[in-house]
């Protein structure tokens, strides 16, 4: 039995994040498969394992956690690796992490949603998300081209964290070239030992064809 059980499924940005964390570490883990399109977490049976009805959850001996955020910080603390060497770099560390649950990740993994997933999304609503989604975008952009990694020489993660739904760039619909520091970044993270893409991670890919 594998040491660490992520709940997840291919789709699922944030679960991505903790899924290609525990690649990299080269951690003893195994995916549970969540049935997210099928209704899996609006279960009472889902909601026993986590009353916020999300993916990730991450079961590991008697601990289980949800939240990626919490999951990652989780993880580096127990496996070495990805972590603040310091005081000052944990609370850098907890900014970029902030700004992805809150902005990067939030906009970007609704417009995506919105985009594939929902018919006739309101094109109102999808201006609205787009604009979001590019500010936080931007706002990463120009950080990252004065540092390799979100907080230096070195990726942690919070760069973990903010790549998680990044690399679907058709999905998203957004021109990459645009952004010629985040595809840099992107590359770096890419080259790292046990790098996969999400799809390969995770199962649930491809979702069957939609009936009518």
Not at 4 to 25: D, R
Not at 97 to 125: C, I, M, Q
Request: aromatic letters at 12%; proline letters at 7%.
């Amino acid at each position: 039995m594998a040491e660490y059980t992520l709940w997840c499924f291919a789709q699922s940005g944030n679960a991505y994040k903790v899924a290609l964390m525990l690649n990299l570490c080269d951690a003893d883990w195994t995916p549970r498969f969540v049935d997210y399109f099928g209704g899996e977490t609006r279960t009472p049976a889902y909601r026993a394992v986590n009353v916020m009805g999300e993916v990730p959850v991450l079961e590991h001996r008697d601990t289980r956690l949800t939240q990626s955020g919490v999951i990652l910080d989780y993880l580096a603390t127990g496996l070495g690796k990805f972590a603040p060497h310091s005081a000052a770099e944990r609370r850098e560390v907890l900014r970029w992490l902030l700004f992805d649950n809150h902005k990067l990740t939030s906009y970007t993994a609704t417009y995506r949603f919105l985009r594939n997933w929902v018919d006739g999304p309101e094109p109102a609503v999808m201006s609205f998300m787009e604009q979001r989604m590019k500010g936080a975008w931007a706002i990463l952009e120009a950080h990252l081209t004065t540092r390799r990694f979100a907080i230096g020489d070195r990726p942690t993660i919070a760069d973990l964290s903010m790549c998680g739904y990044l690399y679907w760039p058709q999905e998203i619909g957004i021109d990459m070239a645009t952004y010629p520091a985040i595809t840099r970044w992107l590359d770096d993270i890419r080259a790292l030992p046990g790098w996969a893409p999400p799809y390969t991670l995770m199962p649930g890919h491809p979702l069957p064809a939609r009936k009518g």
